[in-house]
Structures are given as structure tokens and as C-alpha cells.
């Protein structure tokens, strides 16, 4: 199976910092590969789909990067509403999620 | 607005069964695939199973494949999860999720809300 290691697992920034998460896969995924957000007690939320396709409604402070097996998301200006977990998902073989990382507030 | 409600969990003995249901609404259900994911108390997400949106198509996590049972009733606007010979690392929020129409299959763009499921004695 294909594994997705992310890092880091835990994040403290402030608002308006500049954000990267990066997710690294035990092997080549060439761009299938998604963002999520999730927000406690709620359903997670596309940001990125494709490796770096924006889904609809999504903020353009988001942003995703990457193929082969390193992806990036950055957040470019972290916002209030922004403090979450994301996640990433390959979808090249037998779907999984990387593990996750929790952004807080410093 | 579409809408992914699930129904269906609750607390189940071990090698007991259970069957959650979602409706969909606000889409064409019969047009678009569907997964179920899960989410184990405080844990991360996993992908449980996929259903193509005629059923032709299915695919199952290794963790769950011969004891669950994904179909959906296009009639309906209904998906479900048929789960037998459940365990303890079954306990998790189940979501109903809809998949991407333009993004690689398993890519999920609306959730449900999820149903809990316990498995306990």
C-alpha cells in the first residue's frame, strides 16, 4: 500500500503567517492527490484537488503543489476561520490519507 | 443544495451487524459515484469503500473486504453500508461522501454529516 507521511503532524502560527504542509508518498502518485480541511466535530472540506487545482468556493489564499511523491499546501496569509486539520489523500492506488496536521493558534 | 444525510449507526456487539443508509438530495444521485470514509474516535480518516454510479464499479479497503457491502438504489437517491462480522477498530464516524465528477475517482466533494458506530460489549 501507499503510504502518506506528513509534516509536520502539529503547527502553531499566528494570523497572517504564511503556512506550508508538506505530504510525502512511499512512492511515485505522478498528481493524484487531494487537500482536505477538517474543523473538530465537523465533515472535512476539498481544498485541492489534482495536486494543485483549486475547488470551487475555496479561498485563492490556498494553494497546492507537487507531483511524484512530495506535495505541498500553503495557506499564504493564515486566517482566523483557517485553523483546522488538514489532510492528504492519494488516489493513485487503493485510496489512503496521510495522518494529519493540526494547525493552531500561537 | 446538496445534502448527504446518514442514518443507521448506533452500538453493536462484536460480530454483530449493522446497515447504514444515506439519502442524497439537491443532485443527481444516479450520475455521480459515491464512497463511504470513516473516522475512529480522535484518529484520522480512511477510505472504506466506492460504488460507480451504475454499480458496475466497486472497491473495498483491504480492512473491511469480505465482511462489507456497499450498493446504492439509484431509484431511491440512497447509498448504503451492509456490515457484517463487525470488531472493536470498526467503532468510527462513518461518512457518506460524494465523489468528484472531474477529479480522480475517490477524490470526495461533499460529505454527509456522519453516523457513529460503536462496536462494544
Known amino acids: 500500500d501507499i503510504q502518506l507521511t506528513q509534516s509536520p503532524s502539529f503547527l502553531s502560527a499566528s494570523v497572517g503567517d504564511r503556512v506550508t504542509i508538506t505530504c510525502r508518498a512511499s512512492q511515485g502518485i505522478s498528481s493524484y492527490l487531494a487537500w482536505y480541511q477538517q474543523k473538530p466535530g465537523k465533515a472535512p472540506k476539498l481544498l485541492i484537488y489534482?495536486?494543485?487545482t483549486l475547488q470551487s468556493g475555496v479561498p485563492s489564499r490556498f494553494s497546492g503543489s507537487g507531483s511524484g511523491t512530495e506535495f505541498t499546501l500553503t495557506i499564504s496569509s493564515l486566517q482566523p476561520e483557517d485553523f483546522a486539520t488538514y489532510y492528504c489523500?492519494?488516489?493513485?492506488?487503493?485510496?489512503?490519507f496521510g495522518q494529519g496536521t493540526k494547525v493552531e493558534i500561537k | 443544495e446538496v445534502q448527504l444525510v446518514e442514518s443507521g449507526g448506533g452500538l453493536v456487539q462484536p460480530g454483530g451487524s449493522l446497515r447504514l443508509s444515506c439519502a442524497a438530495s439537491g443532485f443527481t444521485f444516479s450520475s455521480y459515484s459515491m464512497n463511504w470514509v470513516r473516522q475512529a474516535p480522535g484518529k484520522g480518516l480512511e477510505w472504506v469503500s466506492y460504488?460507480?454510479?451504475?454499480?458496475?464499479?466497486?472497491y473495498y479497503a483491504d480492512s473491511v473486504k469480505g465482511r462489507f457491502t456497499i450498493s446504492r438504489d439509484n431509484a431511491k437517491n440512497s447509498l448504503y453500508l451492509q456490515m457484517n462480522s463487525l470488531r472493536a477498530e470498526d467503532t468510527a464516524v462513518y461518512y457518506c461522501?460524494?465523489?468528484?465528477?472531474?477529479?480522480?475517482?475517490?477524490?470526495?466533494?461533499?460529505w454527509g454529516q456522519g453516523t457513529l458506530v460503536t462496536v462494544s460489549s
Open positions: 489523500q492519494q488516489l493513485n492506488r487503493r485510496w489512503t
Open positions: 461522501a460524494r465523489d468528484h465528477r472531474i477529479a480522480a475517482a475517490g477524490t470526495v466533494d461533499y
Open positions: 460504488i460507480s454510479s451504475s454499480s458496475s464499479t466497486i
Open positions: 489534482a495536486a494543485s
